[in-house]
Nanobody, 120 residues
Framework: QVQLVESGGGLVQPGGSLRLSCAASGSNFRIDVMGWYRQAPGKQRELVATITNGGMTNYADSVKGRFTISRDNAKTTAYLQMNSLKPEDTAVYYC??????????????WGQGTQVTAST
């Protein structure tokens, strides 16, 4: 079983910054894509950003230029640097991992979620 542990959420004023971390642990797995999704109250979960094993990134239009996804050298921890936060960024942020064990594709893995609130 692969586990994802998130950290770094919190309360900031609009215009502030936060950095989220997501660490993947387990045995005998390979990560293909790590990403961040978010879900605001009353809304569907939406993609925020993803990064592939090869380092290609993808962002939602609403966060381009403000958020940056990256990972550590071991490629088992993903980060989301969030700058210029807006009230509409307020949501529970979930880490997601798509990977495989050998040739078998693993089910989507999700973190427990971390609350991000941008408010005065």
């Amino acid at each position: 079983q692969v586990q994802l542990v998130e950290s770094g959420g919190g309360l900031v004023q609009p215009g502030g910054s936060l950095r989220l971390s997501c660490a993947a642990s387990g045995s005998n797995f390979r990560i293909d894509v790590m990403g961040w999704y978010r879900q605001a109250p009353g809304k569907q979960r939406e993609l925020v950003a993803t990064i592939t094993n090869g380092g290609m990134t993808n962002y939602a239009d609403s966060v381009k230029g403000r958020f940056t996804i990256s990972r550590d050298n071991a490629k088992t921890t993903a980060y989301l640097q969030m700058n210029s936060l807006k009230p509409e960024d307020t949501a529970v942020y979930y880490c997601n991992m798509k990977g495989r064990r050998g040739w078998a594709v693993l089910p989507d893995n999700w973190g427990q979620g971390t609350q991000v609130t941008a408010s005065t």
